[in-house]
């Protein structure tokens, strides 16, 4: 086993403690209450929203939970620094909406407007050198050049057209 294999397999053997650690209702809930201080839940208020990959490689996160309908917590534990973390972070919150979306029958396509929890992400990161690691990050402080891009460009522009088809049309 090569150095690159090694490493690999330290990863996979953090990701996988985590992961199984954190599954569980018991231990969800103790890490919300530490990360929540003063606020008091129970495993029965833990529902389990984590992305998997069951057969292909696709999209996955460490741990999503539910609080009771308030709150989506992702959290993802990290053995070395990257900025993408904010944005693997969003992709992996948008796939969790789209899911609790569907789990909760809200269509998208009404015009109702849908109800959501409040998100909180969070990484955890496990080594030593915490040099250039900042306290938190977003998407905006990371990616500024692209969001006032999009925030210029993306616009949703609503337009009224009213189709006369059958307008040469008389029925009887």
Do not use: C
């Not at 292909?56 to 989506?72: P, S």
């Not at 796939?95 to 109702?112: A, C, H, N, R, V």
């Not at 929890?117 to 990161?125: A, D, G, N, S």
């Not at 616009?155 to 040469?168: A, P």
């Amino acid at each position: 086993m090569n150095i690159t294999e090694t490493s690999k397999s330290k990863y996979t053997a953090k990701d996988s403690v985590f992961r199984n650690l954190f599954g569980i209702p018991k231990y969800a809930a103790q890490l919300y209450i530490e990360l929540h201080p003063g606020e008091n839940i129970t495993e029965n208020d833990i529902e389990h929203v984590t992305l998997e990959s069951v057969i292909m490689a696709t999209l996955y996160n460490d741990i999503g939970f539910k609080v009771g309908n308030k709150i989506i917590m992702l959290v993802e534990q990290q053995s070395s620094w990257t900025e993408n973390i904010v944005v693997r972070m969003f992709v992996y919150l948008a796939e969790t909406y789209y899911d609790y979306f569907e789990d909760t029958k809200q269509s998208l396509y009404i015009s109702k407007k849908v109800k959501f929890p409040k998100p909180e992400l969070y990484v955890i990161y496990s080594w030593e050198d915490k040099k250039n690691v900042p306290e938190k990050i977003s998407l905006k402080g990371e990616y500024a050049k692209i969001i006032k891009t999009i925030r210029k460009t993306i616009i949703l522009r609503i337009v009224f057209i009213i189709f006369h088809f059958f307008r040469s049309y008389s029925y009887n």
